[in-house]
């Protein structure tokens, strides 16, 4: 399995990006798909999580109401649609694919992982 993941990009504080992570390899729609994020100086954290049909989702606390996961699985692709965007945001920006959906955001190791891209907001 391979992710890739791109769209991230240098933004204003309270602008808006759209990130994107194509899977390939496998059949999307049995994996449930994540997107975590990781500043400079912290640990890696969870941010959105999308069941296998998109009909479920999850968030962390910090971008509810401001992100939204989606996904195309005639595209295999998941999209992080990001509003509203704070300097705090500034991450570099991870998909990840599990066949475990309501785990995902809380196990500590996941089936597949694509190369991250960065996210910068600037004040």
């Known amino acids: 399995v391979q992710l890739q993941a791109s769209g991230g990009g240098l933004v204003q504080a309270g602008g808006s990006l759209r990130l994107s992570c194509a899977l390939s390899?496998?059949?999307?729609?049995?994996?449930?798909m994540g997107w975590f994020r990781q500043s400079p100086g912290k640990e890696r954290e969870f941010v959105a999580a999308?069941?296998?049909?998109?009909?479920?989702?999850y968030y962390t606390d910090s971008v509810k109401g401001r992100f939204t996961i989606s996904r195309d699985n005639a595209k295999n692709t998941v999209y992080l649609q990001m509003n509203s965007l704070k300097p705090e945001d500034t991450a570099v920006y991870y998909c990840?694919?599990?066949?475990?959906?309501?785990?995902?955001?809380?196990?500590?190791?996941?089936?597949?992982w694509g190369q991250g891209t960065l996210v910068t907001v600037s004040s």
């Open positions: 990840a694919a599990d066949p475990d959906f309501y785990g995902l955001g809380y196990r500590p190791t996941l089936a597949h």
């Open positions: 999308i069941s296998w049909g998109g009909g479920s989702t």
């Open positions: 390899g496998r059949t999307f729609s049995s994996y449930a």
